[in-house]
């Protein structure tokens, strides 16, 4: 059959010449004629993202922009020069924050000195919290140093300090991006992802009154990187490339953070996967509730594409990175997915926060590029950037 389809065909060709149906000469034009790759249909860029400013010297992770509209971005110590590690923007500038002298990283003082700040968050109430890792260049943290500072936005002075308790903080944590609830509690409770490279992830629930902290959904799978997981950025299958041709998979354990309006859902997951998952604050918090009962009350919402960031808006809608396309999406409260943003020039989304204007803000750091990813060659090319795009939206409230 299949040999009398290809006669047929070749049949039917031969006729059409003949007949002058098709030009044997505009045949011979096409398969010669040279077209420009910039004749060909492209792939369609989506939304309308705007720059709102770009660093040309540390790269940058974090953003938040508070009810005021200031915005403060941070900059961690993973191998670049840093001279502040948190710092606030300022027209065509960034300026440290909230002094030059609190951001020297002193090891010998490391619960009064920023070491390598990972996350910046608005809370709504005045204040703007910066999550300080103590882990520069991912090494264990320094004891004592990992913390929840949180800066008075009129004063530009630290208004509270709260170190980690030894008993959350392991060798291989990472704490990466935090969300707040003031509705709970004296002073309200922060959630903290460990997005451990080389360890277990997890949860940790501190209260801001007492200081006390408890790890939760230590190792479990909505926490850790999703077995088999292979990303393709830019084409390439994204993996630590050594110097030495030794390679090793890319395994960061849960990273992105959001909290639903209501403070009911704390929404997470690993950078080393696709899928969103959820879990009840209430259980979270309540230490009669197991592990095994709240690992067992965790909801998988399905596949979201690889995010670094995460966050919400008044409406309850869940907003995402996605690093291997390069876009930010969303998941409507119907639980529908669509897309913001997407473009060449989003090369790996990282931090989101909803701005009081109506704009999503995002930073743009190129993070697959870094040397670690590519036998040590630094494949960035700066200036590294801060976007936004029009969500017509408020920031989901903290209480």
């Known amino acids: 059959m299949k040999k009398l389809r290809t006669f047929t065909s070749t049949v039917a060709l031969a006729v059409a010449l003949a007949t002058g149906g098709i030009s044997s000469s505009a045949l011979a034009v096409s398969a010669r004629h040279s077209v420009a790759l910039s004749q060909l249909a492209q792939d369609?860029?989506?939304?309308?993202?705007?720059?709102?400013?770009?660093?040309?010297?540390?790269?940058?992770?974090g953003v938040t922009v508070t009810e005021g509209g200031r915005i403060f971005v941070n900059f961690p110590r993973w191998g670049d020069d840093v001279p502040f590690t948190a710092g606030e923007v300022k027209g065509d500038r960034v300026v440290p924050w909230p002094?030059?002298?609190?951001?020297?990283?002193?090891?010998?003082?490391?619960?009064?000195?920023?070491?390598?700040?990972?996350s910046v968050v608005a809370d709504g109430k005045g204040r703007v919290w910066l999550l300080d890792t103590a882990a520069p260049g991912?090494?264990?943290?320094?004891?004592?140093?990992?913390?929840?500072?949180?800066?008075?936005?009129?004063?530009?002075?630290?208004?509270?300090?709260?170190?980690?308790?030894?008993?959350?903080?392991?060798?291989?944590?990472?704490?990466?991006?935090?969300?707040?609830?003031?509705?709970?509690?004296?002073?309200?409770?922060?959630?903290?992802?460990?997005?451990?490279l080389s360890g277990i992830g997890a949860i940790i629930v501190i209260d801001l009154d007492s200081g006390k902290a408890v790890r939760r959904l230590e190792g479990d799978r909505s926490t850790s990187p999703e077995p088999g997981f292979s990303p393709v950025v830019e084409g390439e299958t994204l993996l630590q490339r050594h110097a030495d041709g030794t390679t090793a998979p890319f395994s960061v354990a849960s990273d992105g953070i959001a909290i639903s309006p209501d403070g009911k859902t704390l929404y997470y997951s690993p950078l080393s996967g696709r899928h969103l998952y959820s879990v009840s604050t209430d259980l979270l918090r309540d230490p009669d509730v197991s592990e095994a009962q709240l690992a067992a009350a965790v909801k998988d919402l399905g596949e979201k594409g690889a995010s670094d960031g995460l966050e919400t808006d008044a409406a309850g809608v869940v907003y995402a990175g996605d690093y291997e396309r390069n876009a930010i999406r969303k998941r409507s409260v119907d639980g529908q997915w669509s897309t913001v943003a997407h473009g060449p020039e989003i090369l790996w989304p990282d931090t989101l926060s909803v701005g009081p204007d109506g704009y999503l803000y995002f930073t743009v750091n190129?993070?697959?590029?870094?040397?670690?990813?590519?036998?040590?060659?630094?494949?960035?090319?700066?200036?590294?950037?801060?976007?936004?795009?029009?969500?017509?939206?408020?920031?989901?409230?903290?209480?």
């Open 138 to 196: 991912f090494s264990r943290p320094v004891a004592g140093g990992a913390k929840l500072v949180a800066v008075n936005l009129q004063t530009n002075r630290i208004e509270k300090t709260l170190v980690f308790p030894a008993s959350v903080i392991k060798p291989a944590t990472y704490v990466n991006d935090m969300r707040f609830d003031f509705r709970v509690g004296k002073a309200g409770v922060a959630y903290v992802t460990d997005s451990s």
């Open 44 to 61: 369609r860029s989506i939304g309308h993202p705007e720059v709102v400013a770009t660093f040309a010297g540390a790269m940058p992770t």
């Open 99 to 118: 002094d030059a002298e609190v951001n020297i990283a002193d090891n010998h003082h490391p619960a009064t000195h920023l070491l390598s700040v990972q």
């Open 366 to 399: 190129q993070l697959n590029r870094q040397p670690g990813f590519h036998g040590g060659k630094d494949l960035r090319q700066k200036p590294y950037a801060l976007m936004r795009v029009k969500i017509d939206s408020a920031p989901a409230p903290a209480g």
